[in-house]
């Protein structure tokens, strides 16, 4: 049972483009979400946050997006640099409901490839 | 300061053996979880502490599976009789409050052959 789906296995871009990363979950007990980086032999890093009571949140280049209707939400990277080239996780957790300590449940990831 | 470390960072192992992972986490974090990433896939939950506690371990896939945080510092995830399935990624993250945000060690790569 995949609580959270990112459905792109990988995504390519040219520098300087937007990049668009997805991803999609089913339990409707999630109000925390996240987006990690991660690089070959490192572990993930985190990058952005949004709370359900949001719909978009902004940090420099990195953009979230929610729609809770669809249950869906995406990362948007403008201007993309290959220095973004990571494998994106989406990850979700129940702060109000559920388990109250922020469990998270992750996607399968998607590698992103930025080229110069 | 000092990240989340584990060690080791890689471990090779026969089928049968037992292994004990370790986690140092970011001092003064209370929380402290154990997350698997099997190849392709994303990391999955094992087991949370709260101080010295484990509060969840609802992630532990079997009872060879135990963890451990004596002291509310160092955790110790300890794997008897190993399986070649029990091949993954071992990851550690710590967070200063249950619901702040989450540090990820390196991880430990267990190879069990």
């Known amino acids: 049972d995949q609580q959270v789906k990112q459905n792109s296995p990988s995504l390519s871009v040219q520098e300087g483009r937007i990049s668009i990363l997805n991803c999609d979950y089913t339990?409707?007990?999630?109000?925390?979400f996240l987006w990690y980086k991660k690089y070959p032999a490192e572990g993930p890093t985190f990058l952005i946050s949004?709370?359900?009571?949001?719909d978009k949140n902004e940090d420099g280049r990195f953009t979230v997006f929610l729609n809770k209707s669809a249950k869906h939400l995406s990362l948007h990277i403008v201007p993309s640099q290959p220095g973004d080239s990571a494998v994106y996780f989406c990850a979700a957790s129940s702060l109000a409901g559920g388990t109250s300590y922020g469990k998270l449940t992750f996607g399968q990831g998607t590698i992103l490839t930025v080229h110069p | 300061g000092a990240g989340v470390s584990q060690t080791p960072s890689n471990k090779v192992t026969e089928k049968g053996k037992y292994v004990e992972l370790r986690c140092d986490p970011i001092s003064g974090h209370t929380a402290l979880y154990w997350y698997r990433q099997s190849l392709g896939q994303g990391p999955e939950f094992l087991i949370y502490f709260q101080g010295t506690g484990a509060a969840d371990d609802s992630g532990l896939p079997n009872d060879r599976f135990f963890a451990v945080r004596p002291e509310g510092s160092v955790s110790t995830l300890k794997i008897q009789r190993t399986e070649r399935g029990d091949s993954a990624m071992y990851l550690c993250a710590s967070s200063g409050r249950p619901v702040d945000t989450q540090y990820f060690g390196p991880g430990t790569r267990l190879t069990v052959l």
């Open positions: 949004i709370s359900s009571i949001k």
């Open positions: 339990n409707s007990m999630f109000d925390y």
